[in-house]
């Protein structure tokens, strides 16, 4: 054992600083004990105590830093020296720290010009703090989710008494004064303001007006029940009238999963009253009752962002099934199917946006037939076993069942992953349908997170003798931080076939299976 | 509903009324006498010891050992055996230190013949005490019952105490508002960081003490204490706390908390509209810097009457005060910048009544220390009091662990808060 002391002569620092090279030294390889203090008298006992002994420490005074080391070998006690000295001498740079507020009175007290609060508190609470937050003349985006419907209709009314909004709860996208906020992309300002029950319905047609050329002014979220009848869409129409009182807004557009039918007419009651051109995208909705009331149906999320950016262009809006030409698409069907083999019939889609799920139910529902969910059109076509799939289906790996106590799959690839892998072995499963949601928020490689399942899966299907076709679209904009071309690329490199939007991906895969079955059939 | 809001606003009105009797304290030290002579309710068998009350059995290891100490310096017992077997019996009592007026250091054990250090409420004429504080990190208050430590607490008591007390006397008492304030405006905060109040204790009393009749060498007793223990105002401190404290106890519906104490087994705390009831949760582990030869492994649970500085609105809420000390929130993970300093003292505003206009703090543009922990603020907001403490030794007989920081249990204000509804009878009242 070697023993080192050193006396720094007149040279003062704090005792606690002192306190914090002795821990961060102590416990460097081969120390065995180590003391850092100013050689007041009291310290000196204290240095005595753990035995370190001699002249120079009973001549050093107050204004002395007293270095003792015990160590295995002079080398480790030259090391923890350089350390100590290291320490002495470092300049801080101050950090540029956030200021932080404990509580919302002292963050409006210290920012009176506050007027907007995303709350995100597990839901039990979430409804005591948004009414906090409303009380203080507050708009607020409420991200948590689990708040009874209740407790929703009564922030909602609170909401609309001091002239207010409240986006949720459950909201997890909206666009506001050009700002992302939650799960949102990055898209470039215009005339089209948004008001959407739903999140990931949301982002695709934000993201398809994007690309194709639009911009948008606001994208308000409501939360998913909004426009049941028991809510009654309070916050729906409170975003109409924002909408209609914006400047910038030219254009409306409402988006939700399928309503409530009494909601649905007082919303459009509420649509006929607005002087600007409103688009409506009620998944499942009667287009003749929108039209009567003035306004556009668009009957799916694709459209919907289209006909915005026709209206907003002055175009005739025509529809398209696929954007690409008929060669390419007839090209591609043929690589896709002409290796599958005579049983894979089944389309599988595994989601992790719900509305963009949703979506591709409606398209191949009326195309293929009927497909299962754990989020079913009807009832009857629930999946029981939420372990796998079975015939059509489209699991949303969003909903609650999964994310209890688990990341969201717009955040964690674990769950998809597992699902195309095991989606692999089933030997009936044709074709593979995806969602890629970009954003702030997002993964920011979901594409590259999923090229190794989509990998074993195809290896795994060609084992066999056949072909697993996997089509996805990528929700995103060139601005969004994961690089929108990249995750194209990555998914193109594992034979992804690409699509450019959620429908067209959907009625692709439908393509697929429609021909590998006519072709047996 | 009308019936919630006229409770929220006695609640309120008593809270305010609290805080104002807090404020308006001016705690001036008046002397040092024996403690038997001045503390009401001493005996000669009896010691008064740090946080809410215990028995024997239970009591931790430093305070068994400060315990045992105090027996053996008031001549009761020979050794620690013989100590231990007095309080096993019940014939040496054990009683907490805040039901006598006084606090305790630590696991300190105030008996009948040591010094008290005795400090008047100028405002409202209530005098609180607590124990002179030894100048060395080996001590009683840290379960050292030695020789040494006797014979150190015998000194304390012959010789240097009687000086201390002559020149209080003379120079009619020393406002400890002022030198309190001052000090907060020089790097200190009042708990783990006494140094500029010692100073300025001893830049106004060493020219009392060389104007009186004392000899050179009475005065150099005195003036080497004040020298080698940098944290000697610390009592006095505390003393002024716990008079300022107590100036706002016992009001009607008040939820403002007048005492925070551990014994190093339990936390407590009490509030003013609940009276004199202890209101309990196991003490912490303090996370903090280990002197030399001590780790957490050897830390006893969080312990001694020093956080009422606190719960008086200084020590780990004036942390902004004392950016030097800031170095402990390396050893809880939190940072250690001046900023983190800052947050400290703007976080402890969110659970209390008021700003101190006495006690200001220069690094956030002169605001008050914040002052007057209301429960129901501690209960709404999730945060809980900042405490910078000493370690205590978890074996009795050694010196000063170390020093960190610690959080006061959430529970002292959840069985609080429940005492306070059912007291009130607020429970069916929704």
């Known amino acids: ?521 | 509903m009308e019936k919630k809001e006229a409770i929220k606003e006695k609640i309120k009105q008593a809270n305010r009324a609290a805080v104002e009797n807090m404020l308006a304290a001016q705690p001036v030290w008046v002397d040092v006498a024996r403690a038997g002579d001045v503390i009401p309710g001493m005996k000669k068998n009896m010691l008064l010891h740090a946080g809410p009350p215990q028995k024997y059995e239970n009591m931790c290891g430093p305070q068994r050992g400060a315990a045992w100490g105090a027996l053996i310096f008031e001549g009761l017992a020979n050794d620690a055996k013989e100590a231990d077997q007095l309080l096993a019996s019940g014939k040496a009592v054990i009683e907490p230190a805040h039901d006598h007026d006084s606090v305790s250091g630590a696991a300190h054990m105030i008996s009948f013949s040591q010094p008290a250090i005795v400090l008047e409420n100028k405002t409202n004429g209530k005098v609180y005490y607590t124990h002179m504080k030894e100048d060395t990190f080996i001590a009683l208050r840290y379960g050292s019952h030695g020789d040494h430590t006797i014979r150190k607490l015998k000194w304390l008591t012959e010789v240097v105490s009687p000086i201390f007390s002559k020149g209080l006397k003379k120079v009619g008492g020393v406002n400890c508002r002022d030198i309190i304030a001052k000090s907060l405006f020089m790097g200190d905060e009042g708990h783990n960081r006494n140094q500029a109040e010692t100073c300025l204790f001893e830049q106004m009393f060493i020219p009392v003490l060389l104007e009186s009749d004392l000899s050179k060498e009475q005065i150099l007793e005195v003036a080497r204490v004040l020298q080698h223990d940098e944290n000697f105002f610390l009592y006095q401190v505390m003393a002024s706390c716990k008079a300022m404290l107590d100036a706002g106890k016992d009001v009607e519906y008040s939820t403002i908390v007048t005492v925070m104490a551990r014994n190093g087994t339990e936390f407590g705390i009490k509030v003013s509209g609940l009276g004199d009831m202890w209101f309990n949760a196991p003490a912490p582990m303090v996370k903090g810097l280990y002197f030399p030869g001590f780790s957490e492994k050897d830390a006893n649970p969080d312990l001694g009457d020093s956080c009422i500085t606190e719960t008086a609105g200084i020590g780990g809420f004036a942390m902004a005060a004392s950016p030097a000390i800031v170095h402990f929130g390396t050893a809880t993970g939190v940072g250690g910048s001046v900023q983190d300093a800052i947050n400290y003292t703007k976080e402890m505003y969110e659970i209390t009544e008021a700003e101190n206009p006495a006690y200001q703090i220069a690094y956030i543009d002169f605001r008050g220390c914040p002052t007057g922990i209301d429960i129901l603020k501690v209960l709404d907001t999730g945060i809980q009091p900042i405490i910078n403490t000493s370690i205590s030794p978890k074996e009795p007989g050694r010196s000063q662990a170390g020093a960190g920081l610690v959080r006061a249990p959430m529970e002292c204000f959840k069985k609080a808060f429940l005492a306070f509804v059912e007291k009130y009878k607020l429970a069916q009242k929704s």
Request: hydrophobic content about 40%; some cysteine; aromatic content about 4%.
């Open chain 1, 1 to 521: 054992m070697e023993t080192r002391i050193v006396i720094k002569k007149n040279q003062y620092r704090d005792s606690v600083f002192l306190m914090v090279i002795n821990e961060q030294t102590r416990s460097l390889p081969g120390i065995n004990e180590i003391a850092v203090m100013m050689g007041t008298v009291n310290n000196k006992d204290i240095i005595k105590e753990v035995g370190f002994f001699g002249p120079e420490i009973d001549s050093a005074t107050s204004k002395d830093i007293v270095i003792c080391i015990r160590a295995t070998s002079e080398e480790e006690i030259e090391r923890a020296l350089a350390q100590i000295d290291e320490m002495l001498t470092r300049k801080r740079r101050p950090e540029e720290l956030e200021d932080v507020y404990k509580t919302l009175e002292s963050a409006i007290r210290e920012r009176p010009e506050t007027n907007f609060a995303i709350i995100s508190i597990p839901g039990q609470f979430a409804a005591r703090e948004t009414k906090k937050a409303l009380n203080h003349g507050l708009n607020v985006l409420l991200f948590s989710d689990n708040v009874p419907i209740e407790e929703e209709i009564e922030i909602k009314k609170l909401a609309a008494q001091f002239d207010r909004i409240v986006m949720g709860p459950d909201c997890g996208t909206a666009i506001i004064n050009h700002v992302p906020l939650g799960f949102a992309n990055a898209v470039n300002p215009g005339p089209i303001g948004l008001v959407a029950a739903a999140g990931t319905g949301l982002q695709e047609v934000v993201c398809l007006i994007d690309r194709a050329g639009g911009g948008i002014s606001q994208a308000i979220g409501t939360g998913g029940r909004d426009l049941s009848d028991k809510v009654g869409g309070l916050s729906m129409l409170k975003g109409l009238d924002i909408l209609d009182n914006d400047d910038e807004t030219e254009i409306v557009v409402l988006i939700s999963k399928p309503p409530g039918p009494t909601t649905t007419k007082k919303i459009l009651k509420r649509v006929s009253k607005s002087p600007k051109k409103v688009i409506i995208n009620f998944l499942g909705s009667n287009p003749e009752l929108i039209s009567s009331f003035g306004a556009t149906f668009g009957q799916t999320l694709e459209e919907t962002a289209f006909l915005a950016v026709a209206a907003l262009k002055g175009e005739q809006y025509q529809h398209r099934n696929f954007s690409t030409s008929e060669e390419e698409l007839k090209r591609r069907l043929k690589e896709e199917t002409e290796r599958m083999t005579p049983n894979q019939k089944f389309i599988r889609g595994l989601y992790s946006g719900g509305t963009l799920c949703d979506e591709a139910m409606l398209i191949l529902n009326d195309s293929v037939g009927e497909v299962y969910s754990n989020i079913p059109l009807k009832p009857k076509l629930r999946l029981q076993d939420l372990s796998k799939g079975q015939n059509h289906c489209c699991i949303d790996l969003g909903d609650d069942y999964f994310t209890r106590g688990r990341p969201h799959p717009m955040i964690s690839p674990d769950s998809r992953g597992r699902y195309i892998i095991s989606e692999g072995e089933d030997p009936q499963v044709a074709v593979l349908l995806l969602d890629i949601v970009l954003g702030y928020g997002a993964h920011m490689d979901m594409a590259g997170a999923l090229r190794e399942s989509i990998k074993v899966a195809k290896a795994e299907v060609e084992k066999r003798g056949g072909y697993l076709a996997v089509v996805a679209s990528v929700c995103g904009t060139m601005k969004d931080p994961q690089d929108f071309p990249s995750q194209v690329q990555n998914l193109e490199d594992v034979g992804v076939v690409v699509m450019p939007s959620n429908a067209q991906a959907a009625r692709f895969a439908a393509m697929i299976a429609l021909k590998n079955n006519n072709r047996i059939g």
